[in-house]
């Protein structure tokens, strides 16, 4: 063999080697990914469509915050994000789609105050709402408004109590169904304010104030979200803020405690949750895509038009979030008796 041979010969077994060792190596990375429980696909999150499941109807409040959050995030993930309504039984459907899909990103949960409060309302539930879930961020946090018909004759909360208590049983207020804000905001007020008022169940909030712009029912104790533009337009009179204080979006208004309820105060929230066992990763990035929506003009909008304090938490801090509403709440619902019909 010439000397131009064995070089050819060597430099042939160079290559050899040199790509035989960038196969080990893609094998050992795959393996490693495996071993993680990954995939390549996912490892490239997302290269699909996402969808955040509401549970309730469309037009309501917790829709308006879901939008606005796909709206915005889909920019930071490059994908689109889609909203899909599953109200009824107490966002229990909607909550049940989520937990039950494949852990992957994919299919998330914008949750709202009923996720603290129905392991309190129901002895079993179809989910864990503790362990078939990850949690991603909390987004926001928000009082409720309290608002009547501007036809009715109630113009203040010291009108609400008066009439409440002149007619006990009769007056009646809307909720997005048993367990929700605008349910257990008004059961509040029902035991601090010492009167009786009925609580009539909606599979959300735009049906709810459908019927009270039609006369149907009395009062609502609803978010902001789903009442600020009616407010606004003149077409719902508000009679005070759920807050323990003032709010900047709604200063002419005073509080429930202010107004003749000594101590009163409540809130509602908006997080986002995948299904539990979903990659770490995913989470992150999620989570990121989450702090900089809420930093957004259109959540500026919503901040200050609406009186949404905008959060964008780490995924610990709405666990610990949701531990404490759980806890706030599950002495309320059994002192007033509240049971899921």
């Not at 989520?98 to 998330?108: I, K, Q």
Request: charged content about 20%; glycine content about 8%.
């Amino acid at each position: 063999m010439t000397s131009d041979d064995t070089i050819k010969h060597d430099g042939a077994r160079g290559r050899d080697y040199a790509l035989g060792r960038r196969r080990r190596l893609a094998l050992l990375a795959c393996a490693v990914v495996a071993g993680l429980g990954l995939t390549p696909a996912r490892a490239e999150y997302p290269d699909k469509i996402v969808k955040i499941v509401v549970p309730f109807a469309a037009g309501g409040g917790t829709d308006i915050i879901a939008r606005t959050t796909a709206q915005e995030i889909q920019t930071e993930l490059g994908k689109s994000v889609i909203i899909e309504n599953k109200p009824g039984a107490g966002t229990i459907i909607g909550t049940q789609t989520v937990a039950t899909s494949e852990p992957d990103g994919y299919s998330l949960l914008m949750a709202t105050f009923a996720h603290a409060v129905n392991p309190s309302l129901y002895n079993k539930l179809p989910f864990d709402p503790h362990k078939d879930f990850a949690a991603v961020s909390l987004i926001a946090r928000s009082f409720n408004i309290v608002v009547v018909n501007p036809a009715s004759k109630i113009n203040s909360i010291a009108d609400l109590i008066n009439e409440a208590k002149a007619n006990p049983g009769k007056l009646n207020f809307g909720t997005f169904g048993t367990g929700t804000s605008a349910h257990l905001a008004g059961e509040l007020f029902n035991a601090m304010a010492k009167v009786k008022m009925t609580a009539v169940p909606y599979k959300g909030a735009a049906p709810a104030i459908s019927d009270l712009l039609g006369g149907q029912i009395d009062v609502m104790f609803t978010t902001v979200a789903s009442a600020a533009s009616l407010v606004a337009a003149g077409q719902l009179r508000a009679l005070a803020v759920t807050s323990a204080e003032r709010s900047a979006a709604f200063p002419q208004l005073p509080t429930v405690a202010e107004a003749g309820v000594p101590g009163y105060a409540a809130e509602s929230w908006y997080g986002l949750y995948a299904p539990a066992r979903t990659p770490a990763p995913v989470i992150a990035r999620l989570n990121q895509a989450i702090a900089k929506a809420v930093q957004s003009g259109a959540f500026k909008k919503l901040e200050a038009n609406e009186g949404l304090i905008m959060v964008g938490s780490a995924p610990e801090e709405l666990d610990r979030y949701v531990a404490q509403e759980e806890e706030r709440w599950r002495k309320l619902i059994k002192d007033a008796n509240i049971e899921v019909q």
